[in-house]
């Protein structure tokens, strides 16, 4: 129960309930004291009484009033004058009972002064026990209030401080992210040019067509390429779950931030509000509504927890961050070690068909003078053979006329032979 106000004009979140009866209503002196009318009978009645005729009234209302024309009653209905009861015409009391009456009556009253002034006494003593018990309710409620609002801003504090902090690594993953999106194009480059390298090498002939440390570099090349695009890609694809468990953390500071906002705010004005403050209404059953759905251990564990998922978060997320950037200077540098071996073994390769080539075309000139050469000797022997042709009719001829010798005359000699 909630006291506003004076504790004599207090307003309280209920009705009043009716106060005790404890004694009987003190508004008379008849009531408070016993009856002590003088008895008399019901059957003695006489005219000249008022009360008589104030009863006689109240049983018939059409009796009206007695004036001074009143002819009296009719011989037939007059009450005789004397009773025939031995006591006499009235029974009186005596003096002594009456001043015993009257005694009486004042030693009961004045008890009954006694109990009403204890019980004042008893009411103001409850009145303001109950005004310093709602006093000090209040201002333990208030001091309650006050401390709850330091705890709402002590947590708000904490989740403003974790919230930036998380905003700052999830744009920095973010910005990793971009980073590893351009890297993983990048290598879609030196993957192409090594193929078509590849390609182009199966255009040689021949015995140029050999497997030498060119193709094998190359072959290296295009398989370090895939494995880092490869890793840039899983390691892509972490980030993005990263970046999903960030973004899920941070809309649940946010969301908690918004809470402890809406109930610091409620708790201020609760906090400011004093008997004096506009806006006081009376809410009927509101203290029997059990709304709540935490408790302050449970309220402060549940922020706790929203940071400490937070702060795993961004210690993950730094760390993936870091091992993304080993990542990205690790494939770097690998493909571009690879790429100066397929240099060097494309210059060393150059250079050696080059000169292989230089000592062809040498060779070719001295082979082609050589023919030249040779096709000149050839040119002299033929004329030398056509210069010997008219010896060799010559000897021919005398062979053929030796042949026609007679007999014995056909004789090996030395002429024949040579």
């Known amino acids: 129960m909630e006291l506003y106000g004076y504790p004599l004009k207090a307003k309280f979140n209920q009705p009043r309930p009716p106060p005790p009866k404890v004694l009987p209503a003190t ?113 333990e409620s208030t001091q309650d209030l006050g401390e709850r609002v330091n705890d709402i801003e002590y947590w708000k504090s904490e989740l403003c401080v974790e919230l930036d902090a998380m905003i700052r690594e999830t744009n920095s993953l973010a910005d990793m992210q971009k980073r590893l999106e351009r890297a993983l194009a990048d290598t879609e480059g030196p993957f192409q040019v090594a193929h078509k390298c590849l390609l182009n090498r199966e255009k040689r002939m021949g015995i140029d067509l050999v497997s030498d440390d060119v193709e094998k570099q190359l072959i290296q090349e295009i398989k370090i390429i895939r494995s880092c695009r490869e890793r840039l890609q899983q390691c892509l694809d972490t980030v993005n779950a990263q970046l999903m468990c960030n973004k899920e953390a941070r809309q649940e500071l946010e969301k908690d931030l918004a809470d402890k906002q809406l109930g610091h705010h409620i708790d201020s004005k609760c906090y400011q509000l004093k008997n004096t403050s506009r806006g006081l209404h009376f809410f009927k059953g509101v203290e029997r509504i059990d709304a709540t759905v935490s408790v302050p251990e449970t309220w402060a564990r549940f922020t706790d927890n929203n940071i400490f998922r937070s702060q795993s978060a961004r210690a993950a997320s730094a760390k993936l961050r870091a091992s993304t950037e080993s990542l990205l200077m690790g494939t770097a540098d690998e493909m571009w070690r690879q790429f100066s071996k397929v240099n060097d073994a494309f210059t060393s390769r150059i250079t050696e068909i080059a000169n292989a080539k230089s000592k062809i075309q040498t060779h070719l000139a001295k082979t082609r003078q050589e023919i030249f050469q040779i096709e000149t000797k050839i040119q002299v022997i033929q004329k030398t053979i056509r210069d010997k042709e008219v010896q060799l009719k010559v000897a021919q001829t005398r062979l053929d006329e030796r042949t026609r010798r007679p007999n014995v005359e056909l004789c090996r000699d030395a002429a024949q032979l040579r």
């Open 27 to 139: 508004s008379s002196m008849a009531a408070s004291c016993k009856d002590r009318t003088p008895y008399h009978p019901e059957s003695f009645s006489t005219p000249w009484m008022p009360n008589s005729y104030y009863k006689a009234a109240a049983l018939n209302p059409t009796l009206s009033p007695l004036t001074e024309s009143f002819p009296g009653l009719p011989p037939t209905k007059m009450v005789p004058f004397i009773s025939e009861r031995p006591g006499g015409a009235f029974g009186r009391h005596t003096l002594d009972d009456w001043h015993r009456s009257q005694l009486s009556n004042y030693k009961e009253s004045e008890t009954t002064r006694h109990k009403a002034e204890r019980l004042r006494a008893d009411l103001s003593r409850a009145i303001k026990d109950v005004y310093q018990q709602a006093k000090r309710s209040q201002g």
